[in-house]
């Protein structure tokens, strides 16, 4: 009997023991989130936190013009006689461009002139009248003294210089007018020839000989034609309000043509609005921009960089034209040998959220249900900049001072050390859902690139 019991107690220790095994394996994996061979916990992308040189740009669109452009305009009107320039040529200071039909302001200047001279005549006349008059008035007084002749007489000579005096005056003043007629009547057959104010090439011709033109000394006439510099060239852009305070005189910066998208060139900011461009003004699509020029200085980096101080820079060996579209990116601030991490890994929590959650954790069902209750009290918020952190297997929140940044990379001013590795997504996760103290699995994917990269 105590034979046959011995194999039947030993078979219920072992199903004792076995059970007592598997409750404690079905606990573990309970609790580490392993249950059933699952995963170990969210998984998610990292990144190490580096140290490297990171610079702050602002980067905006817009189109290439000259940085000298003259527009040449005809301050008279009439038939163009003579084109002498094609667009695109290359002209000098002075030379002749365009020669207007002079031959009516060649008429007006002969009438002016003879007019001068009628004035002058009548001027001439005039002196003579006043000396004879002043003669007898002379022998009129010299009379009166001997009692020679009357009151009268003395009265009507004296009565006769002064209207010799106003009639000579009146002649002079005429001459005068005279003048300036004449003079303005050369100046008009003057600007019938019209010459470059200054040396450059004909980046717009907008009339052909034969046409005519129209033009006034109060106001702007026809636009015949514009001279620019092509050597000095620039980009013109918008810079929003937000950006415009990290910009200033003389930053460097990357510019991109269009036309050539595989020869970036250098520039320097040369000017910056003090007025704003408002666009959509009142509405909720409202846009206040600052036109900033960028002038383009060299597609050289080294002989950008060995230009004396004081001296311009060298322009671009390739040729820009006016209108081509491009690309700017202002470098605003540099800071070397800076602590980085991916821009995606820092995000933005609710600390008060944070420390609710933990609460409600810990507290037991009659004080969860006490706190809901109070959900609809109003709490300030207290958001934070933070990144996790991945630490023994667990994503660890840390609050951060953050710098500059660039397209691709955040400064870390404190808060982290080089070498530490910070999740950078998934976004969602990053969000809202990942948890402080929460256990993280690296995803294969992020691996295998951080093993590319190394």
Do not use: C, H, W
Not at 316 to 326: D, F, V
């Amino acid at each position: 009997m105590a034979s046959s019991s011995s194999p039947t107690k030993k078979i219920l220790i072992g199903l004792g023991v076995l059970l007592v095994v598997l409750i404690l394996v079905v606990a573990i994996g309970a609790a580490t989130g392993n249950l059933g061979g699952g995963s170990s916990g969210m998984e998610v992308e990292t990144a190490e936190a580096q140290v490297r040189t990171v610079t702050q740009t602002v980067t905006a669109s817009g189109k290439v013009q000259p940085e000298i452009e003259v527009k040449i305009a005809s301050d008279v009107s009439g038939e163009i006689i003579r084109l002498t320039v094609e667009e695109g040529d290359r002209v000098e200071r002075g030379q002749l461009l365009v020669q207007v039909q002079p031959e009516v302001y060649i008429t007006q200047r002969d009438q002016a002139r003879a007019g001068l001279l009628q004035a002058q005549a009548d001027s001439a006349r005039a002196a003579a009248e006043l000396i004879r008059a002043r003669t007898e008035l002379d022998r009129q007084e010299a009379l009166f003294e001997r009692q020679a002749v009357s009151d009268a007489d003395l009265v009507a000579a004296r009565a006769s210089a002064d209207v010799a005096k106003a009639n000579l005056d009146a002649a002079s003043f005429r001459t005068e007018s005279s003048r300036a007629i004449l003079s303005q009547a050369a100046t008009e057959l003057r600007r019938t020839s019209i010459y470059a104010p200054m040396s450059g090439t004909v980046s717009q011709l907008n009339v052909e000989e034969g046409e005519r033109v129209v033009g006034t000394a109060q106001f702007d006439g026809t636009e015949l034609m514009r001279i620019a510099e092509l050597d000095q060239m620039l980009l013109e852009v918008d810079i929003n309000e937000n950006d415009i305070v990290n910009i200033a005189l003389a930053d460097t910066a990357r510019v991109e043509i269009d036309a050539y998208p595989e020869q970036p060139f250098q520039g320097i900011v040369t000017q910056i609005a003090n007025s704003a461009r408002v666009e959509g003004a009142g509405t909720q699509e409202q846009i206040t921009n600052f036109p900033v020029e960028v002038r383009i200085v060299s597609d050289d980096v080294r002989a950008l960089v060995a230009t004396p101080p004081g001296e311009a820079p060298p322009a671009p060996s390739t040729q820009l034209r006016p209108g081509m579209s491009g690309t700017v990116d202002v470098f605003t601030e540099t800071t070397p040998s800076a602590i980085v991490v991916p821009i995606q890994a820092v995000t933005v929590r609710d600390y008060n959220n944070l420390e609710r959650a933990d609460e409600e954790e810990d507290a037991d069902e009659e004080d969860a249900e006490n706190d809901s209750i109070n959900t609809f009290e109003v709490v300030e918020e207290d958001l934070r900049r933070v990144v996790f952190v991945v630490r023994d297997g667990k994503a660890e929140i840390v609050e951060v001072e953050t710098g500059i940044a660039d397209d691709t990379y955040i400064e870390i001013r404190s808060g982290l050390q080089a070498g530490e590795q910070v999740i950078t997504g998934p976004f969602r996760a990053l969000r809202t859902e990942l948890k402080p103290g929460q256990t993280v699995e690296i995803g294969t994917g992020d691996n295998e690139r951080r093993s590319r990269r190394s």
